[in-house]
């Protein structure tokens, strides 16, 4: 082995480039390990093979550009939510799928992409619209008629909050806009934040509005703290994995919402495949009968939505669903 002497010199013969090389070639930039081998100094070895060793015709500099290989990744059991779409969403169904995940002890949640329908950043024409037809409490009165109702007795504490449900909120002035969806928005992440210890926030082409609004690349938790939720979990990805009891789900929102793209992707990726985006509610498997590929449906109420409900279209209907998996199972 090549000792060094007291100023750190090392005679770099052709044969001692040689081996550097090769160990590059086996261990990659474990400069470390590679430095034991050859008996030196992880940096020495690291400082000549990046600025001394002779350049070779064959070999490139790495690219300083990062890499997109580390999605989000959780362990255990879950609640994945579709197209939520907020503040658009279908809150009878999704506290349904709350409740269900409560009284089973799932205390985690993927939000499968178009968490968000950002309306205001929409690139479609303006809509129709119908007012909501009263009055209504305005914020601020509604808090002090809830604080006031809860100084009742039981009795008249639920007729007290079955009024409030008759009055509902005062109608916004002017047309919706980013704020008001946001301030309805921020509620909706309040409340899913107090039902689970952990959620990851997996993008959908509805987030991706904002990105083409800005024109300007953004980091994705600019949207969780536009949201305030800066604890949960969100990254450049349109998918996610989920591991359960072994079983590994790739929850996806991919740019294709054809009927066939579950059972591609399954195949593709070797694994389950939970996809939103298509709207579409069907469970099937992949070609080998291995891995289940179900389009899990969506969680907007789109009699909400004016391209969905104002307009007749010959596409097939599509139908509100979410997935709990426990025990490796859907």
Not at 118 to 147: C, I, K, T, Y
Request: with cysteine.
């Amino acid at each position: 082995m090549p000792k060094s002497n007291i100023t750190g010199f090392v005679n770099w013969t052709p044969e001692l480039q040689a081996h550097l090389v090769q160990l590059y070639a086996k261990y990659g930039p474990k400069w470390t390990q590679i430095g034991e081998a050859m008996g030196l100094r992880p940096e020495q070895v690291r400082s000549y093979y990046r600025f001394q060793l002779p350049v070779r015709n064959d070999r490139l500099r790495e690219s300083p550009y990062p890499k997109y290989d580390q999605p989000l990744e959780m362990e255990g059991d879950a609640l994945i939510i579709p197209d939520l779409e907020a503040p658009f969403h279908n809150a009878d169904f999704v506290n349904r799928c709350l409740d269900l995940s409560q009284a089973w002890g799932i205390d985690q949640c993927i939000l499968a992409g178009d968490f968000l329908h950002f309306d205001s950043l929409s690139g479609w024409e303006p809509n129709w619209q119908q007012p909501n037809g009263h009055g209504g409490l305005d914020e601020r009165q509604e808090a002090e008629f809830v604080e006031f109702a809860k100084s009742l007795g039981s009795r008249q504490q639920a007729r007290a909050f079955a009024l409030l449900e008759q009055i509902g909120r005062k109608e916004e002035d002017g047309d919706p806009n980013l704020s008001e969806e946001m301030r309805v928005v921020r509620k909706v992440t309040g409340a899913l934040s107090q039902c689970f210890k952990k959620v990851d926030f997996v993008l959908g082409n509805h987030e991706g509005r904002m990105l083409r609004t800005l024109k300007t690349p953004l980091f994705p938790t600019e949207i969780t703290r536009l949201i305030d939720a800066q604890d949960w979990r969100i990254g450049p990805y349109y998918f996610s994995y989920l591991t359960s009891a072994g079983e590994r789900f790739r929850i996806d929102h991919p740019k294709s919402a054809a009927k066939s793209t579950a059972e591609t992707l399954a195949a593709k990726f070797g694994c389950h495949v939970l996809m939103g985006h298509s709207h579409r509610l069907s469970l099937s498997w992949d070609i080998s009968g291995r891995y289940y590929a179900i389009h899990m449906g969506h969680c907007v109420d789109e009699m909400r939505l004016p391209y969905a409900s104002q307009r007749s279209s010959t596409q097939p209907a599509h139908l509100a669903g979410a997935v709990i998996v426990r025990d490796g199972v859907p």
